[in-house]
């Protein structure tokens, strides 16, 4: 079992609907969870990271983080077309940022 | 200019020659990383460092190895490149121990034929 799981997708989304990512991980001790986000030819970017279980808001984003399924959601409100990219879910594990493979978004106009 | 920068960005090779791959960052870092990203696949770690004499195995080291000449600089080195080996290789240093926050460099894009 790869330590971080994600749907490939392309998932697509209507423009203005909740675009609504998941991830799971199999280590129960991690602690850090986080989403980046990469544009096609570009690096990746930190967007959103989560510690505790629950929800985490920031703008339009919202992480969701239930260590007791190990899993770990990422919220998009209002999704624009600008927020078409693949969407990493990383955990930290013994200070080595681990990385799932990566969902494609797509939200469509 | 960019807080971490990548040489080559673009690289073509052929099997068997030795590639070294260079990274430099101007952020203070202590922490350094070589990722590889390969379509599908994500970001696996090929190898990490901590400070000048730290170097761990990530992943999938085996076919590379790696030098951190000094605080800013971690080198990745492919002694004898094999096709698969081509994919696009990211470098990312880090400040701090548990925000997760990796900056990373624009990539270097290896193609071994």
């Known amino acids: 079992q790869k330590e971080v799981e994600q749907n490939s997708g392309p998932l697509s989304v209507p423009e203005g609907a909740i675009a609504s990512l998941n991830c799971t991980y199999s280590?129960?001790?991690?602690?850090?969870f986080f989403w980046y986000r990469q544009y096609s030819g570009k690096s990746p970017e930190l967007i959103m990271s989560i510690y505790s279980n629950g929800d985490k808001e920031d703008g339009r984003f919202t992480a969701q983080l239930n260590k007791a399924s190990q899993y770990v959601s990422l919220l998009i409100r209002d999704s624009q077309p600008s927020d078409s990219a693949t969407y990493l879910c990383?955990?930290?594990?013994?200070?080595?940022?681990?990385f799932g493979k990566g969902t494609r978004l797509h939200i469509l106009p | 200019d960019a807080d971490v920068t990548q040489t080559p960005r673009n690289r073509i090779t052929k099997t068997g020659k030795r590639i070294m791959l260079e990274c430099s960052q101007t952020k203070g870092h202590d922490r350094m990383y070589w990722y590889r990203q390969d379509p599908g696949l994500g970001l696996r770690l090929i190898y990490y460092?901590?400070?000048?004499?730290?170097?761990n195995k990530g992943e999938i080291s085996d076919g590379y190895s790696v030098s951190r000449q000094a605080q800013a600089k971690f080198s990745l080195s492919l002694e004898s490149a094999i096709p698969n080996q081509t994919a696009l290789y990211f470098c990312a240093t880090s400040g701090q121990v548990n925000t997760g926050e990796l900056f990373f460099g624009e990539g270097s894009r290896l193609t071994v034929l």
């Open positions: 460092s901590f400070d000048v004499k730290d170097i």
């Open positions: 280590d129960r001790g991690s602690q850090s």
């Open positions: 990383a955990v930290n594990r013994d200070d080595k940022i681990i």
